[in-house]
Every structure is written in structure tokens, then in C-alpha cells.
């Protein structure tokens, strides 16, 4: 079993509606409870920004700041783990609210945001998560590359150089250019980035795939079917990626007109999906019910986390928000259960504590309180 990895104490400034706090948090399952509005889901956003990316929100830097501020915001997180302790901080100043503005320092030196990775996971399933299986393929293909990420750190990087050549791209499309040496340059980068990023995806889910099967075929969670939609992930499987960079590469440069008259490129990984079914059922999950498709999410999600584990050697730090709210008593204990045997610490919200009562003795309960947080009387 990996060891874990858990932050013991946890310091904000003008994040969100928190002027200041600092809370010594314990390892294992650690429970907000609170009013709508409280700052409870604040608290977990703080923590997702342990990770690379703009956080569970998706939030402009601009508007974490809290209100009334000076514009800028930091946290602060000191970590126990297998290597030790480490402090890792990060923010924007005051008026820089740009992307390239957040900062980053591990043990008070500058480092890159992927750099976090190197002593932390974190993984995170929110309520606007419900509607992944309905709601349209961006969804899918962001959850399914934070998924990648968080066993595979280059990823990050990959997605964000495919996207920036897009863009360029897309730029020389709706400007009418004909520039065959810029637009042969750009497909290049496109096609290399593009079925690296196709072949981490396709890696992620046979992986995914395989711990999922080790799954009881019975259990709470019901075991789910996935796969990819992509003409790159399909090739990928059959073809030597450097033939599939090429056949790729010439697609772009044979497709230019069309995408010219589209204003925006029309092939490659950010058109792909992610295909879920629920197997017991035999039915795509979108046909599935919404306590149905939220089971099938929080298995994936439990699943995932056990392979985050076993490949990165970091059991990942959980942010599951509002989630006994739709889960019956049964599937509540076997969540408690599950969390406990991945040896993970969980960072758990919801409006009532005592949904989360069955964890008396084995998880610190905090009281959320417009921002202040507290200990919880017992639940």
C-alpha cells in the first residue's frame, strides 16, 4: 500500500471569502460541515490548487481573490509524506491576475507549477460533475486528462503546447493565410503533441480499464465500461505513433481549406470523447439514472485513485464535495470503507454533519462558518 501523503496544515489569505486562516489538519478522512454559502467548497478549491491548473472551479485568478482585497491571494499548504515534510506554497499579487501570474515555491524556492506534482496528487469529484456523462464532450475530455495527469505529469504540458499551436493555427485559418511554411511548422508541433496526447489518454484508460475489472462484480459502485471516441486514440492502438504523427500531420495540412471555411480546426484530440457504460446494465451512462450515473462516477473516481497509488507510489488526496448528499446509507459506509482502505486522506463536505456520523472517532470534523472554521460538536 502506497504511503500517504496528507496536508497537516493548511493557510490561506484573501482566498475567496477568507481574509485569513490557518487549520492543522489531520490525516485520513476530514469532514466540513455548514451552511450553503459557508466557504466549505472554498477550502477544497484552496487545496486543488496544490495541483497545475486554474483549481475544481476552473476560476480566473482574478476572481479567487477575495473581495475587498488588495487582488492577489496565496495559500499555503505543509505536507507529511513518504519523503518527509515539504512546504508548498502559491498565489497571484495584488493586479496580476494573468495566467502565467500564478507563483509557485516548494520549501521557499521558485518552482513550476507541474513541479507539485513531484509530492503531491490530488484528485477532486464536485457536484457540477454530475451531469459529466450528458453534459458535452469538453466536459469529458477535461475530467479525463486530469485524470492523466495525476499518473502522468508531462501531460499537462503536452495538452497546453497543443492547444497554444492550435491557436496559432486557428489564427492563421480566420486571417486568411496561405503561409505554407507557418502552417507546416504549426502541424508539425500539432500532429507530435496531438498523438502524444492521444497515446496518454489511451494509456490512462487501458489502464483505468484493468483496475476496474479487479473490481467484485457486485459491489456499491457498479463497475463501469470505458473507452475512447477519436480517430488518433483508434490509431494509436494499431500504428506506430511516429506513422500516426504523420497521417495526422498530412490531414491537417489536406484539411486546411475546410477548416479555413470552418474558422477552427476540425480533427484531432480535442475532438475526442470519453465513452462510459454502465456494465451491469449494459447501458451507456448517459441513459442511466442520476443515482446511477453518479455511482458509476464516484467508482471511477475510487478506481482511479487506487491506480493513482500504485503508479506514482502517492496515494492522492480526495476533495469530494457535497457527497453523502445523494448517496443512500449503504453506499455512504462503503464510500467511508473504501476511502479508509485506499489510506488516503479525504477532505469530505456537506450542510450536515450527521450524514458523515457513521465516521465518529475516525475523522476530524470542522464547522464552516462564513470564514472561520472549527471544530464540530459531535455529529
Known amino acids: 500500500m502506497p504511503a500517504q501523503t496528507h496536508i497537516s496544515k493548511l493557510t490561506l489569505t484573501n482566498f475567496r471569502n477568507y481574509a485569513t486562516l490557518a487549520i492543522d489538519v489531520a490525516p485520513g478522512a476530514v469532514v466540513f460541515s455548514g451552511d450553503n454559502g459557508a466557504g466549505k467548497t472554498n477550502l477544497l478549491e484552496a487545496i486543488s490548487f496544490l495541483t497545475p491548473g486554474r483549481g475544481l472551479r476552473r476560476a480566473a485568478y482574478g476572481d479567487v481573490a477575495r ?14 509524506g513518504p519523503e518527509g515534510e515539504v512546504e508548498i506554497g502559491t498565489g497571484i499579487s495584488g493586479g496580476d491576475t494573468a495566467e502565467s501570474g500564478r507563483r509557485v515555491r516548494i520549501n521557499g524556492a521558485a518552482a513550476r507549477a507541474e513541479d507539485m506534482l513531484e509530492w503531491l496528487r490530488v484528485v477532486w469529484l464536485t457536484p457540477a460533475m454530475d451531469s459529466l456523462f450528458t453534459g458535452p464532450a469538453a ?9 492523466v495527469l495525476a499518473i502522468d505529469p508531462g501531460h499537462g504540458q503536452r495538452a497546453l503546447d497543443y492547444e497554444k499551436a492550435m491557436r496559432g493555427r486557428n489564427r492563421l485559418l480566420t486571417e486568411g493565410s496561405r503561409d505554407a511554411s507557418w502552417f507546416e511548422a504549426i ?12 497515446a496518454a489518454r489511451a494509456e490512462l484508460v487501458r489502464l483505468l480499464v484493468a483496475m476496474i475489472d479487479r473490481l467484485p462484480d457486485t459491489g456499491p459502485f457498479p463497475r463501469a465500461d470505458i473507452g475512447l471516441s477519436g480517430e488518433l486514440e483508434a490509431e494509436i492502438a494499431g500504428a506506430p505513433a511516429v506513422d500516426v504523427e504523420e497521417r495526422f500531420r498530412r490531414a491537417l ?5 475546410r477548416d479555413r471555411a470552418a474558422g477552427r480546426t476540425l480533427e484531432g484530440p480535442h475532438r475526442s470523447d470519453l465513452m462510459v457504460r454502465h456494465r451491469p446494465k449494459a447501458m451507456p451512462a448517459e441513459l442511466c439514472s442520476t443515482g446511477e450515473q453518479k455511482a458509476l462516477l464516484v467508482g471511477i473516481v475510487l478506481s482511479h485513485a487506487r491506480l493513482t497509488g500504485e503508479m ?10 457535497e457527497i453523502a448528499a445523494h448517496l443512500d446509507g449503504g453506499r455512504r459506509a ?21 450524514l458523515f456520523s ?13 470564514g472561520t472554521v472549527g471544530p464540530t460538536e459531535d455529529p
Not at 358 to 370: E, I, K, N, P, Y
Open 139 to 147: 466536459d469529458r475530455r477535461r475530467f479525463l486528462d486530469r485524470l
Open 334 to 354: 462503503a464510500l467511508f470503507s473504501i476511502l479508509e482502505d485506499l489510506n488516503c486522506q479525504a477532505f469530505m463536505t456537506g450542510t450536515d454533519a450527521a
Open 358 to 370: 457513521s465516521l465518529h472517532g475516525r475523522a476530524q470534523f470542522l464547522t464552516v462558518d462564513h
Open 312 to 321: 506514482s507510489g502517492l496515494t492522492p488526496i480526495l476533495l469530494l464535495d
Open 253 to 257: 495540412a489536406d484539411g486546411r481549406d
Open 67 to 80: 473581495e475587498g482585497g488588495d487582488g492577489g491571494f496565496a495559500l499555503h499548504a505543509r505536507l507529511d
Open 187 to 198: 502541424e508539425t508541433q500539432m500532429a507530435e503533441t496531438g498523438v502524444a496526447i492521444a
